[in-house]
């Protein structure tokens, strides 16, 4: 798609791939004033390790060790600081989290779209500025204003596209 960068979300990272992903949310912390707790840390990794999407309960249980059980609703929160701080992105349609994009910079005005496979799991990401030049006319032209920066579709990729 011109204008666009695929990347994917849903690659199975090494332990130095993670503990690079790590760094980098974690100078990103630093630099906005925002604690980057052990929880936070936990789940962030877990995720980033699971490839694919994920659910908060497997979170919860993968992280969980037999002298300490992790609440769910605990897990939910440092999920919303992670989606929130861009470092993960919720899935709706399947109520899971992938790990978003650290690497690329976010374009300037230009909306998110994830694809997800209801298939695999996997999701990958664009980030249009034509897109969002589209739905940004389509919402002027309707009065309607404060759209959201990501785009969810749900439906399969052929198996040559999942890699």
């Known amino acids: 798609m011109t204008g666009s960068k ?14 690079k992903l790590e760094s980098i949310a974690a100078q990103r912390c630093l630099k906005e004033n925002v604690e980057f707790t052990s929880l936070r840390r936990r789940v962030f990794r877990e995720i980033a390790s699971h490839g ?29 600081f992670l989606v929130e701080a861009g470092f993960v992105r919720r899935i709706k349609t399947s ?25 695999s799991g996997v999701v990958k990401e664009i980030q249009s500025p034509l897109i969002t030049a589209v739905l940004k006319d389509a919402a002027k032209s309707v009065g ?19 890699d």
């Open 6 to 19: 695929m990347m994917h979300l849903s690659d199975k990272n090494s332990r130095s791939d993670i503990d």
């Open 52 to 80: 694919g999407t994920i659910g908060a309960y497997d979170i919860a249980s993968h992280i969980s060790t037999a002298e300490r059980r992790i609440n769910v609703a605990s897990v939910y929160r440092a999920l919303d």
């Open 95 to 119: 109520r899971t989290f992938a790990l978003a994009d650290l690497e690329t910079p976010p374009k300037k005005d230009a909306m998110s779209i994830s694809f997800f496979c209801r298939n």
């Open 144 to 162: 309607f204003n404060n759209l959201s920066a990501l785009i969810e579709v749900e439906g399969v990729f052929s198996p040559k596209d999942t």
